[in-house]
């Protein structure tokens, strides 16, 4: 499991853009492709990328906007699992099962979130699609949730699947998410002899806050694990190998 955050953008950038000094500076030269970031995740075997927060970015810099032109940048965490053998290719798949969590994660006692779709109040039996539930039973969540089914009968398209995850959806999440955007830009060089104070850093994890009611922020900066940072994640589990 990896959790991982950065800068993107919905676009391959031109290479004006990619070398420029300012926008470097502010992380956004260098914003990988959302499409290029899943197909990347896809080829190294994680199958399902889920979104944990998204927020847009806004550049107020007329020079900067004119250089980017409708580019859109957001700040997304992405949650990846790699399980060999047990998460389909997209779309997510329907085999009538159902995980209820325990409660038993500090600081998650009323409920869990497992991503920007995905949410178990304590107690509360929850539909979820064949990969879903394998993220659950496979992972170091396993301990903390009860399952029903398995995957013996295929009952079709999960039926809240949804839009498929690229750039377009990337879009809808960051528009639908109520931010105005996390930008730190117009960049001030000449007062500080700085890019501008980057927009790089994710805000929610520096804030504690994930953006959708998780109480649950990844924190990947603080100890470099892929998923130790986690508030819900137990310390027995921190060392495990992604």
């Not at 509360?124 to 949730?145: E, I, Q, Y």
């Not at 809240?160 to 931010?179: E, K, P």
């Amino acid at each position: 499991e990896v959790f991982f955050s950065d800068v993107y953008c919905d676009r391959r950038l031109p290479a004006a853009v990619r070398s420029h000094e300012v926008l470097l500076g502010e992380c956004l030269g260098g914003a990988l492709a959302v499409n290029d970031f899943l197909r990347l995740a896809h080829q190294v075997g994680f199958a399902d990328p889920r979104v944990l927060e998204v927020e847009p970015i806004a550049v107020h810099d007329p020079e900067l906007k004119a250089l980017l032109g409708d580019a859109a940048f957001y700040s997304i965490t992405f949650r990846l699992f790699k399980l060999p053998g047990q998460l389909e290719e997209l779309p997510e798949e329907d085999y009538g099962q159902a995980a209820t969590y325990l409660g038993t994660l500090p600081g998650c006692e009323a409920e869990y979130v497992l991503d920007n779709a995905h949410s178990f109040p304590t107690g509360t039996a929850v539909r979820v699609s064949g990969n879903t539930a394998a993220m659950l039973a496979s992972s170091w969540l396993k301990p903390h949730f009860t399952s029903a089914g398995d995957s013996s009968q295929h009952l079709g398209q999960f039926a809240s699947a949804g839009t498929a995850l690229s750039a377009a959806s990337i879009a809808a999440l960051a528009a639908a998410s109520g931010s105005s955007g996390g930008s730190c830009c117009p960049p001030k060089p000449a007062a500080s002899g700085s890019s501008g104070g980057s927009c790089c850093p994710p805000k929610p994890a520096a804030s504690g806050s994930s953006g959708g009611g998780s109480c649950c922020p990844p924190k990947p900066a603080a100890n470099g694990s892929s998923g130790g940072g986690s508030c819900c994640l137990p310390q027995s589990a921190a060392a495990a190998p992604a």
